[in-house]
């Protein structure tokens, strides 16, 4: 069985690896494992709760004489 693999560069560390082309992966196997512990943006997201957003009403008060 004959494997095809792809030279890349590296996203996190700049180094070269081989990656087979099947895989889509832009991180070689040091870089992964340092990444995969870090929560994905999503999950930030969700995790994150909601500011809640404060409007606030003007009124304007009309001048006799109009504006000078």
Do not use: N
């Not at 180094?15 to 082309?21: A, I």
């Not at 606030?56 to 000078?68: E, I």
């Amino acid at each position: 069985m004959i494997e095809r693999v792809q030279l890349k560069v590296c996203e996190g560390c700049g180094g070269l690896w081989l990656r087979p082309s099947v895989l889509r992966g832009v991180y070689c196997d040091r870089c992964y494992g340092r990444l995969k512990a870090f929560p994905k943006a999503s999950e930030l997201r969700k995790a994150k709760p909601q500011r809640q957003l404060t409007l606030h009403t003007v009124h304007a008060v009309a001048v006799a004489g109009g504006a000078r």
